[in-house]
């Protein structure tokens, strides 16, 4: 059984840039708040969920609770999307000098890399983007926040640390949680997670990543551009289980250009140490090998956090596995409480977590009728290319016997992505056959996840693929890619007779 990841204790600064993020996120002396003898809306958690909640229910009036045992904003702000994407954009910057000679630069003499200061970079941002969340903006803005963890003690009670707070309506948006692979000798060796991978003072010189999820390629590519050997095993016989073959395709094929050693249908079954080296054996379709690394960094999955909240007593149904168990307007089986986020939603991503607690504001507080199944939610993988995608998979549309039309570009016929030497990749949008009616999109490109939002758009406001080829758009641009396939599907409608009949119009 794969078991969870203890989280680290950081609050000791690193840095000055640690310090001031802490002081926003988990300020030292922090008061506690006198508590109501009722608060309309208890919120336990402070992550994207929980933060958007708290503050869409103040700024509505409500007396608000917000409870977070570690640091204010979570997963997304402290271990997770912001730190991940600061160093993505350092990896990034590697790569185009790499490229160099290409754009007719001359490429550094010497490798040019300075580990220090590109982790310094990302703790700079991490701290600016933690202002916003701040315990002391968060009190400014009407919210009692309680550091610690919160436990329910009953249907209408939760305790934070000794501290009993009464609620009309509570959220629980307590996140997800690391899964550990169970490899023996793992736990004994050491290993990272994203909790502690963003603490590294010292660029590994060779790094293992366990499970090729979009954390595990993401953080893959980034180490071989920063110049760790780096290895990725996976399971599955390809990465990215969520997406198509081919954009898994071209992930794989990415991170291979990048120097990263590809094991899939690769598992990884003992560990142990030598010296100061890390030996990992890994078995693929019966071969065995063993490889020597520094450090082992596990991303094969998350599990959402519910140990602890005694939700027992609060006669909130949940499973390990799946989390709080909620209806599609986010309640649980107690009618005062609802979830959010990580903890009961199987997409795992800071937008959905927003969209879900905006859902459960509205129907926890105002008899909103919102349902999570009405959201078009899109989501991306940050390796380069990126893969962005949103609504259905033709496997799923066929799942529901929706017959689907696919409109592929390949991103080389698309001239901006020429002339930024950015070729690699596609935008595929399926339709349902016989009308415009966008079913779901994948694209791959560098910047796919900036793309993804205008077919996010289109399908939100109920506007057909035909209708974006009218859309007059900035040239050249990559999104471009998404006006060509809605000309194809434009040109779908000159069936034979109708090319006759203009054929006639033209030639009489
Ligand atoms: C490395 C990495 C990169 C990522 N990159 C992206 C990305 O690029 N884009 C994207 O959309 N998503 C990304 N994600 C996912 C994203 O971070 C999560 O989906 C998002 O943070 C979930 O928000 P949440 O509010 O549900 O939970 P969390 O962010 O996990 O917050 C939950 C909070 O609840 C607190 N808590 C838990 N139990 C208790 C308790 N009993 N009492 C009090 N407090 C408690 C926790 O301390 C935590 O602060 C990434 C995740 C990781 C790990």
């Not at 708040?33 to 958007?52: C, D, E, F």
């Not at 071209?250 to 079954?269: F, K, P, Q, Y």
Request: a positive charge; aromatic letters at 6%.
């Amino acid at each position: 059984m794969p078991s969870f990841a203890a989280i680290p204790d950081r609050v000791q600064p690193m840095s000055p840039e640690d310090a001031e993020r802490l002081a926003n996120v988990r300020p030292g002396g922090w008061r506690r708040p006198k508590p109501l003898s009722v608060y309309q809306l208890v919120v336990i958690g402070a992550g994207p969920a929980g933060l958007v909640a708290a503050r869409a229910a103040a700024a509505l009036g409500a007396h608000v609770a917000l409870i977070e045992r570690h640091q204010l904003g979570g997963d997304c702000l402290n271990d997770g999307c912001i730190p991940s994407k600061s160093l993505i954009r350092t990896g990034r910057l590697l790569a185009d000098m790499r490229d160099a000679t290409n754009f007719g630069a001359v490429p550094p003499a010497e490798r040019v890399f300075d580990f220090r200061a590109a982790m310094l970079r990302m703790r700079r941002i991490t701290a600016r983007i933690s202002r916003t969340d701040s315990a002391m903006n968060l009190a400014r803005e009407g919210i009692h926040v309680f550091f610690g963890t919160a436990r329910f003690t009953s249907a209408s009670t939760v305790d934070v640390d000794g501290m009993p707070l009464c609620f009309k309506k509570a959220l629980i948006a307590t996140g997800s949680r690391s899964m550990l692979p169970d490899v023996p000798g793992l736990a004994e060796a050491g290993f990272l997670t994203n909790e502690t991978v963003f603490d590294l003072q010292v660029l590994p010189k060779s790094l293992l990543v366990i499970g090729g999820g979009p954390l595990g390629c993401e953080l893959a590519q980034v180490f071989a551009r920063f110049g760790s050997r780096t290895l990725i095993s996976h399971r599955e016989p390809l990465f990215l289980p969520l997406e198509e073959r081919d954009a898994a395709q071209m992930v794989s094929d990415a991170l291979a250009r990048d120097g990263v050693e590809i094991h899939l249908n690769s598992t990884a079954t003992k560990v142990w140490m030598e010296g100061d080296q890390r030996v990992v054996e890994l078995v693929n379709d019966g071969n065995t090998a063993t490889t020597r690394v520094d450090h082992i960094l596990t991303g094969i999955g998350r599990v959402p956090a519910v140990q602890g909240l005694n939700l027992e007593a609060a006669g909130v149904a949940y499973d390990a596995a799946n989390g709080v168990h909620v209806d599609d307007f986010l309640r649980t089986s107690n009618p005062r409480i609802f979830a959010a986020g990580d903890v009961c939603l199987q997409h795992r991503y800071t937008n959905t977590a927003e969209a879900s607690a905006r859902i459960v504001v509205r129907n926890a507080l105002f008899l909103g009728r919102r349902r999570m199944s009405a959201l078009t939610i899109p989501w991306c993988t940050y390796t380069d290319p990126e893969v962005a995608h949103v609504g259905l998979h033709v496997k799923q549309a066929r799942q529901r016997r929706i017959p689907v039309k696919t409109f592929t570009i390949p991103m080389h016929d698309v001239d901006r992505a020429i002339a930024d030497s950015e070729e690699n990749g596609f935008v595929k949008i399926h339709v349902r056959e016989g009308s415009d009616k966008i079913l779901g999109a994948t694209i791959v490109a560098r910047h796919a996840g900036e793309m993804i939002n205008s077919v996010s758009l289109a399908m939100v406001a109920g506007i057909g693929l035909r209708a974006l080829a009218n859309v007059v758009q900035a040239y050249p641009t990559q999104g471009a890619a998404i006006k060509q396939a809605a000309d194809a599907c434009v040109r779908t409608r000159l069936t034979p007779t109708l090319f006759k009949l203009a054929r006639w119009w033209l030639l009489r």
